[in-house]
């Protein structure tokens, strides 16, 4: 299995850097294979990539949610630490628990977009103690945690045909997907429409910092044009309909089909007198 998802990831990424930029494949050939290479020394040897499966599981196992991601410097919590500066977060645990906390304890299969280095990861694998956990990241060599329950995988949300090709690489159907990845208007409309599709029935997706755009204006080049992911979610529950640039008519009936309910919260965490947290909890039928 780790042969196949090697392969997987090498192979996107250089369809991804042959598909943006042709006269930097032939480097990248070699490149990205000693980066790999170098991964798995790293990974295997290096007493700075933390093995969850070897921590005493008793300093970890029923603390609170929001312990965990302050625990693991998670910006998930509600404070994290830059340059041992600390910084108040989108304080995001409240409604994870809120939503998560009558399935914690079964075996699920949970995939997080934008993993990054992982912390976020590393606080899902104590606080879902039965779970399989994938961690797709556009640099998968970031990550700076490793599990016999934790997969890292290649993905660049901005690429249709690379969320393709990892939905169909993820082979099982998932429980819970989560978007903290790049957080442009585009990228999470797109994959949204692909990896809704892939969850199970009752599952959930959940979209982070869904109305950036306020503050980060470079999350919104259509300038106003286009249509927000919080405003097609309203528009569903609203049963108004809506057009997107980035979703064609199957997949927009697709949504409006299997839609159970939407929950749209609001975190912490403020960015020039704006509220930067909305989270968005999206429930399959």
């Not at 995001?92 to 304890?105: A, M």
């Not at 990896?195 to 029935?201: A, E, G, I, V």
């Not at 999350?219 to 919080?230: A, C, R, S, V």
Request: hydrophobic content about 40%.
């Amino acid at each position: 299995m780790q042969i196949k998802n090697f392969w997987y990831s090498y192979k996107n990424i250089l369809n991804n850097t042959l598909q943006k930029n042709i006269f930097k494949f032939s480097t990248r050939i070699l490149g990205i294979l000693y980066k790999f290479l170098i991964r798995y020394f790293r990974h295997n040897f290096s007493p700075k990539v933390i093995n969850l499966d070897k921590l005493e599981k008793k300093n970890f196992e029923n603390l609170d949610l929001n312990i965990l991601f302050n625990k693991f410097n998670c910006d998930k919590g509600t404070f994290f630490y830059i340059d041992n500066q600390k910084i108040i977060s989108h304080n995001y645990s409240v409604f994870y628990k809120k939503y998560f906390s009558f399935i914690k304890e079964n075996k699920l299969d949970i995939l997080e977009l934008g993993s990054h280095e992982g912390k976020g990861l590393a606080a899902f694998y104590f606080y879902f103690p039965l779970s399989n956990l994938i961690g797709a990241n556009i640099n998968p060599f970031q990550m700076k945690y490793k599990s016999r329950r934790i997969k890292e995988l290649f993905v660049d949300v901005s690429s249709e045909r690379v969320l393709n090709n990892l939905s169909k690489h993820i082979e099982k159907e998932l429980d819970i997907v989560i978007d903290d990845a790049s957080h442009n208007l585009r990228d999470i409309i797109i994959s949204f429409t692909v990896f809704f599709r892939k969850l199970k029935k009752g599952g959930i997706f959940v979209i982070e910092d869904i109305n950036q755009f306020k503050v980060f204006k470079e999350l919104d080049p259509y300038n106003g044009t286009e249509i927000t992911p919080k405003e097609i979610l309203i528009k569903i529950q609203k049963k108004e309909n809506f057009n997107s640039s980035f979703i064609n008519d199957v997949d927009k009936k697709y949504l409006i089909d299997n839609i159970a309910n939407i929950k749209i919260e609001k975190g912490s965490m403020v960015v020039n007198d704006i509220n930067i947290s909305e989270i968005a909890f999206i429930f399959k039928k």
